[in-house]
């Protein structure tokens, strides 16, 4: 990225300029038009370069690509700017979980799980995950992760937090996350705790509806906010904004758009001095009630510095310049906003300037993409002892696996939410290619795959693996099992074709099936989903049965 000594004075900039800077706009990581995967929110390259050149934006948000693709992606964009952005990423998994390539690690749930067996190795793990999605982030250009998630997941039934939270009370909540800071502060990345005040007890996805939490103050205090204050006493860069109205507080808005929520409680009751930042303003829950141009005034105006991914984003800057003028924000909030930006800025860019003071900050290129830094041995090892030591695994001494008289054809079914949106899955990856070298012909299932008779006393019987790819679904409203896997997994039982079940993903999904299995049905449970993940739940799986 572009490397200062000082920052530009903010008080050169005009109004709308200044303005411009409080936006973050969503842009896909990979670099040709052509393969943008989300046209409805990712620009094609001449209005991005527009928003950033010309508008100046202060930040861009991005999905897709490789780990090489981004960093190419991260240069092009401060090669735009006049003024360094912030770039930043949803990496609560690590860079890999967006970034191919890079390590991926499994959800923060499952550190939750190490923890009860050891809360110190947890703690060590939660560490690890911070310092290594830092170094890789900030290797190809973010230097904004957006992480850790401090929400505390009490309800089984969320569709939107699930395996995102380290676990569902607030101690465990706040240990985790903490540690995760402490690692992520080893380098010079900012960091956001989300989603304020919590957004752990729900069971609607604000990506599509408003959920309504009817809890009282004392209740927040017990539980949700806890993890926040630990999160701002270890010296976190920014808390996001939860989509969630809470009457007992504000009956009129959302906490995103709320200032007894974003001034009252986090900036003056809770002392927090960093950035307040919205979660993405597209969602359903605010684009679809507020508008376009409207949920963003009535953020800024709330108490929010940062505005991320809103609909419009040279219509937000325009209504929320109207605002100021006709005196309904004072422009002193936005000189306050400003100023924290650009502290936040200042952090990320001086940090990396140490050593390169030669040349004035205009003329110095973009520090140097960094691969060899990502998916380290190291960390790639961190990643599989977390994976093994949050498994849950049932062996019985007498199982269906290898029975003798069980002879071929056998079938390997694998269930997702949507085969079309599954990258971490194809013909190499452990969940095909393993199954296939045991003798097992696949058949991949989704929620679009049309329904099909099952017959309980099929002709053409099967011992069958079921692969089961199921945790929390944004933008779908569900925290559990699809129809198809719930039809496959009854239908399987009953036709007494079930050999063995893997469960990628949910916990609560794998809690629903172990009351129904048989005694001789192994299964493994794993948090991850990723393609290490698929090659240790799978030999794990093989080796529960003698050959």
């Known amino acids: 990225m572009s490397m200062v000594t000082a920052l530009p004075d903010w008080e050169t900039l005009s109004l709308a300029e200044q303005v411009a800077q409080l936006v973050v706009v969503r842009a896909s990581?990979?670099?040709?038009?052509?393969?943008?995967?989300?046209?409805?929110?990712?620009?094609?390259?001449?209005?991005?370069?527009?928003?950033?050149?010309?508008?100046?934006?202060?930040?861009?948000?991005?999905?897709?690509?490789?780990?090489?693709?981004?960093?190419?992606?991260?240069?092009?964009?401060?090669?735009?700017?006049?003024i360094p952005l912030l770039i930043c990423a949803d990496i609560e998994e690590g860079v890999g979980q967006r970034f191919a390539g890079a390590t991926w690690f499994p959800p923060p749930m499952a550190l939750g799980a190490l923890a009860t067996g050891s809360m110190e190795w947890a703690i060590a793990q939660a560490e690890i995950m911070g310092a290594v999605t830092a170094q890789e982030a900030l290797a190809i250009g973010i230097n904004w992760l957006l992480a850790p998630v401090v929400d505390v997941n009490n309800n089984p039934a969320n569709p939107v937090i699930n395996v995102r939270a380290f676990g569902d009370t607030p101690a465990l909540v706040s240990q985790l996350a903490t540690a995760f800071l402490r690692g992520a502060q080893r380098y010079p990345a900012l960091t956001c705790a989300k989603h304020f005040p919590g957004h752990g007890d729900t069971n609607t996805d604000s990506h599509l509806e408003l959920p309504l939490i009817p809890h009282a103050l004392e209740r927040l205090d017990a539980v949700e906010l806890p993890p926040f204050k630990a999160a701002i006493a270890a010296g976190v860069d920014a808390i996001m904004s939860a989509h969630l109205l809470i009457p007992a507080l504000d009956p009129d808005y959302p906490a995103t758009l709320s200032r007894p929520f974003l001034t009252g409680q986090l900036r003056q009751r809770l002392g927090f001095e960093g950035l307040i930042v919205t979660d993405a303003l597209v969602m359903g829950a605010i684009a679809n009630r507020y508008g376009a141009n409207e949920a963003p005034v009535l953020a800024v105006a709330a108490g929010a510095d940062i505005l991320m991914m809103p609909v419009d984003p040279e219509g937000a800057i325009a209504a929320i310049c109207d605002a100021v003028t006709s005196g309904r924000i004072p422009v002193e909030q936005i000189h306050a906003s400003i100023a924290r930006i650009w502290q936040a800025k200042q952090k990320v860019c001086t940090a990396q300037l140490q050593g390169n003071t030669s040349h004035a900050w205009e003329n110095l290129p973009p520090q140097p993409i960094q691969l060899e830094q990502i998916a380290q041995p190291a960390a790639l090892n961190a990643v599989a002892h977390s994976l093994r030591q949050s498994m849950r695994v049932h062996k019985p001494a007498a199982s269906r696996l290898h029975h003798p008289t069980w002879a071929t054809p056998l079938r390997n079914v694998i269930v997702l939410d949507d085969a079309l949106e599954r990258e971490f899955l194809g013909h190499h990856t452990a969940a095909i290619a393993l199954p296939q070298q045991h003798g097992y012909?696949?058949?991949?299932?989704?929620?679009?795959?049309?329904?099909?008779?099952?017959?309980?006393?099929?002709?053409?019987?099967?011992?069958?693996?079921?692969?089961?790819?199921?945790?929390?679904?944004?933008f779908r409203g569900s925290a559990g099992l699809n129809q198809v896997a719930k039809d496959w997994f009854d239908y399987l039982l009953r036709s007494d074709q079930l050999q063995a079940l893997v469960i990628y993903g949910s916990p609560y999904i794998l809690d629903q099936f172990v009351p129904q299995l048989?005694?001789?049905?192994?299964?493994?449970?794993?948090?991850?989903?990723?393609?290490?993940a698929q090659a240790i739940a799978l030999a794990t799986l093989f080796e529960a049965a003698p050959e």
């Open 518 to 532: 048989p005694a001789d049905v192994p299964y493994v449970f794993c948090y991850g989903q990723m393609p290490q």
């Open 29 to 82: 990581g990979y670099l040709f038009d052509q393969q943008i995967r989300y046209p409805a929110w990712e620009p094609a390259a001449a209005m991005l370069h527009h928003w950033v050149e010309d508008l100046g934006v202060g930040g861009v948000i991005l999905l897709g690509g490789s780990a090489a693709e981004v960093g190419l992606r991260s240069h092009q964009l401060q090669e735009w700017a006049s």
């Open 441 to 474: 012909t696949l058949q991949i299932l989704d929620r679009h795959t049309p329904p099909i008779p099952l017959d309980p006393n099929p002709t053409n019987w099967q011992p069958t693996l079921l692969q089961l790819f199921i945790r929390g679904n944004p």
